[in-house]
Every structure is written in C-alpha cells, then in structure tokens.
C-alpha cells in the first residue's frame, strides 16, 4: 500500500520530470487515445496500488501549483500546454 504522506510531500521537479517523460512517450498518439489512454493507466495505478485516485489527484494538482514553477522542468510542461490551446 501507498504511503500518502509519502505522495503529499513528493518532490516537485522530479513529478515534472517524469511527467514530462510520460507525455513524450504518448504524444505521437491521437489526442483522444492520450487523454483516454493516461486515464486509464492512471485507473490501473491507482488499483494497483489500493490508493483513492481523487486523493492522487488532489496530490497532483497540489505539485502542478507548486511554488518551485521556476524549475525547467515545469517550465516545460507550461510550454507544452500553451503550444495546444
């Protein structure tokens, strides 16, 4: 089982470092089978590892609104959003 004190206090960069890493890998897709496809791996994850997904998702969202934006890697992914709208 998942220790959540452990995924509330991950280290930011590095959550935008594998992030970024993820989207890589699935970006050449069709964007609905990366939305769909993300989600769904998101769902076995969180199964797999018997943790609540809303909690995740809140965690994930908490490390998206870091204080740390100054770091490349999120950078990055900021420039990778403004390059979709």
Excluded: G, W
Excluded at 9 to 26: G, Y
Excluded at 47 to 63: G, I, L, Q, T, Y
Aim: with cysteine.
């Amino acid at each position: 089982m998942i220790d959540m004190d452990r995924i509330n206090n991950v280290d930011a960069a590095s959550v935008a470092a594998t992030t970024l890493q993820i989207i890589d890998r699935v970006q050449d897709d069709k964007k609905e089978m990366q939305v769909v496809a993300l989600a769904a791996a998101f769902s076995v994850f969180c199964r797999r590892h018997r943790v609540d997904p809303s909690e995740v998702f809140r965690a994930a969202s908490n490390v998206l609104a870091s204080k740390f934006r100054e770091n490349p890697a999120f950078v990055a992914l900021d420039m990778y959003v403004e390059n979709e709208l």
